[in-house]
């Protein structure tokens, strides 16, 4: 380190497990980055996504200025410009054609920033549109709809106690690879060989032999898309032998009597051949489940994205239900985030409810207030009263992420009237856009896990403030999202500032607290001030002030039982058999009874990628970071495949060609493709990604594969051929 050199603590944002990182600083330049080992999460834990943070941070292709199109060419424009393009334009188009003729899509990097988390709620406000479309429904929307149901909240998501659970059921996650997803968990690996280590048990059920599977007790490789005929099956022995105790839950249930009724038909023999999992290995888990003394069920990506997604999720927490272990320690346990509203006294709330509005074109019902992001398409294309015009897309690529991406493609080209993308890239997507506007480097921006905090394994509160200061040509992402608020709701001109003054006085209305709080609280920034509030106003007693004075976080303990204070259900139970499941079982028993598909396509992770936005940084490619087509090696003789060799994939929304990787990693009968790649189209600004772009697996789906009750895309066990290529 140089005499000049400084170090600077900063939060990971790269990921879900929101690992502490110490930068090592040259100038304004990050040079390096490892695990900060004082922080009270993640205690020196790093990977390679950290450890790259510099390289992130310094990418030359990230955008400096905004871009406006003019003449059909997206030129550098001052901020001024960019916002006065905006404001010119979209409030004229929802005054002509009606707040319907606008759309907002959010892309997952907006849960790992402190402005991605506190502005699109007051943008989607300001718009009043229905055409709201995310990530979510390519991803985890399942288990917000079936928390929704089962608990009244789409938000009350339990997540395994990793560190005390003596039995952890893993379906259809690799958290060696993705460091977690709904579970934020830094060291995930070694917390899993901690419980090894402990005498406890981890079984993991996945088609693919993947790295969190090789640690395993027990793998089952599961014929893909049966996740929730299996955990059905689970249940039905849990229920059938007499090992269903709920234990303290009991008084809390409501529709026992139904789900064990409606679980007759789901034995382990009738699921057998649908599952391809033995009926004695069903029986053995459901009793090592009720044995052990305790016991968590986790499911990720794998059973979300799929066609009873949303069955699969609700089964997790069924599963976990009826072993007793829901709300109890070593369990799945429900984090309570220093942001979240204090906990109220346990009655009855306003539940949760499915279909409240439909789309425009095919009638999708909505889910926790958004669309399927595969629809957005058609709701761009079809003309009538309704059509999307002005489309608003945030940290997203659904040209790569969304099925049908060719589509996508032509409608964005073709079929809008105005487009703003806020996207650091010049993407597949936001090269589209009639104004982009760049946020700035990481190391230029506060961080706080709003989201994360949510779902954390341990309960603790972190904030750090820029390692590196804003640089003059430069706008920090809170004021960008702010002013975006400001110019498309009829106040542009007026401060950034306007939008959390507002944002403020609404909290302290809602919470029910004295105006003159507002005075009171510290911070330098907006989204500090609100920060402040909302911790002041959160579970703990807590302020920003305490908080900067621990640079490191404050540890806020282990999660604890929360039921019934967090139940929001019309009922004030846990509503075990709700009527949309209820109504969506018999789609599953006709599974089944279905002939299984010959060859079926899965996804999988990459421990140095997250989706499509991470592969422009040169340090985090090769490895296992490539795009190739896995295939077992019966499949590749019977199909007449070579290792490195070409193959052509075709299925319902088209095809590609990817070269073979042959191994016993995927099943018989299985292949595998990884998300995010396709860097192939023109007009983008990705030199890294477009020089080795790989496929997009997605352009084999044609959007009409969708979990009905969730709206999301089916991504996983999608039925395909696989030829060599001529």
């Known amino acids: 380190m140089s005499a000049d050199s400084r170090t600077a603590l900063r939060i990971c944002p790269l990921c879900e497990a929101t690992c502490g990182l110490t930068l090592t600083i040259e100038g304004t330049s990050v040079t390096g980055a490892r695990g900060d080992r004082d922080d009270v999460f993640s205690q020196g834990f790093i990977c390679p996504k950290g450890a790259a943070f510099g390289g992130l941070d310094a990418d030359p292709d990230r955008l400096r200025t905004p871009l406006v199109r003019r003449d059909g060419v997206l030129r550098e424009a001052s901020w001024e410009e960019a916002f006065d393009t905006i404001a010119a334009r979209v409030p004229a188009l929802i005054e002509e054609y009606g707040p319907r003729s606008t759309g907002v899509v959010l892309g997952n990097p907006n849960v790992h920033t402190m402005a991605g988390a ?145 679980l007759k038909e789901f034995t382990p023999e009738a699921v057998t051949t649908a599952c391809d999992v033995d009926a004695a290995t069903i029986r053995t888990l459901a009793r090592e489940l009720a044995a052990a003394p305790t016991a968590a069920v986790y499911g990720r990506i794998g059973s979300c994205t799929v066609e009873h997604g949303t069955l699969a999720s609700w089964l997790i927490d069924v599963l976990n239900i009826l072993t007793g272990n829901l709300d109890r320690p070593g369990g799945a346990l429900f984090p309570l985030s220093a942001t979240a509203r204090a906990p109220r006294p346990a009655a009855p709330g306003k539940g949760f409810a499915l279909g409240r509005w439909a789309s425009r074109v095919s009638g999708h019902p909505e889910a926790k207030g958004e669309f399927p992001l595969a629809a957005l398409s058609e709701e761009i294309e079809t003309p009538g009263d309704g059509r999307i015009r002005a489309l608003l897309v945030l940290a997203a690529n659904p040209v790569l992420s969304a099925p049908d991406g060719d589509r996508l493609d032509r409608a964005l080209a073709e079929g809008l009237d105005f487009m703003v993308s806020v996207d650091p890239y010049l993407n597949e997507t936001s090269r589209h856009a009639d104004v982009v506007l760049p946020p700035p480097p990481p190391s230029q921006s506060a961080h706080f896990d709003f989201a994360f905090n949510s779902f954390a394994v341990r309960n603790q509160v972190r904030y750090t403030r820029p390692a590196v200061p804003l640089e003059p040509d430069r706008m920090d992402e809170s004021e960008i999202l702010a002013r975006l608020v400001l ?40 989204p500090e001030r609100r920060l402040d509030l909302m911790l002041r106003l959160g579970p703990y007693d807590l302020t920003l002030d305490r908080l900067l004075d621990h640079p490191h976080g404050i540890d806020l303990g282990p999660l604890e039982p929360r ?131 790989g496929v997009n697996v997605n352009q084999l789906l044609d959007g009409t594969l969708l979990d009905p009750l969730s709206g999301t895309a089916v991504l996983n066990a999608v039925p395909v051929s696989v030829t060599p290529a001529s």
């Open 118 to 262: 506190l502005y699109p709620p007051l943008l989607l406000r300001t718009l009043r549109t229905p055409n709201v479309f995310s990530a979510s429904t390519l991803d985890q929307m399942p288990k917000h709809v079936a928390s929704g149901l089962l608990f009244g909240d789409a938000h009350a998501i339990a997540v395994p106690d990793l560190d005390r659970t003596g039995h952890l059921l893993l379906i259809g996650a690799n958290p060696l690879e993705s460091n977690g997803s709904l579970c934020t968990a830094p060291d995930f690996p070694g917390r899993l060989k901690a419980l090894r280590r402990r005498g406890g048990t981890l079984t993991v059920i996945d088609p693919r032999r993947t790295r969190t599977a090789r640690l395993a007790d027990r793998h089952l490789a599961i014929r893909p898309g049966a996740d929730a005929l299996l955990l059905a099956a689970v249940a039905h022995v849990l229920v059938e032998e007499k090992l269903a105790d709920p234990g303290a839950l009991t008084d809390h249930l409501e529709g026992l009597g139904e789900l064990t009724e409606a």
């Open 487 to 526: 110019a498309v709701g009829g106040m542009h001109g007026a401060p950034a500032h306007t939008v959390d003054d507002l944002a403020i006085g609404a909290a302290l209305a809602a919470a029910g607290a004295p105006e003159e709080l507002a005075g009171e609280l510290s911070g330098t920034t907006g």
């Open 563 to 693: 039921v019934p204070q967090l139940l929001k259900t019309r009922s004030g139970r846990i509503e075990l058999f709700p009527a949309p499941v209820a109504a969506d079982l018999p789609r599953l028993l006709r599974a089944m009874h279905r002939e299984p598909a010959g060859l079926v396509l899965v996804g999988r992770r990459h421990l140095r990628s997250n989706n499509s936005w991470m592969h422009n940084v040169a340090a985090l490619r090769g490895g296992s970071n490539v795009c190739t087509l896995q295939v077992h090696p019966e499949d590749a003789a019977r199909i007449g495949l070579l290792d490195g060799a070409t193959a052509r994939i075709r299925a319902a929304g088209g095809e590609v060609e990817a070269p073979v990787e042959i191994t016993d990693a995927v099943r018989a009968g299985v292949v595998s493709l990884p998300h995010g790649w396709g860097h192939s189209r023109p007009g983008t600004r990705m030199s890294v990604a477009s020089a080795v772009p």
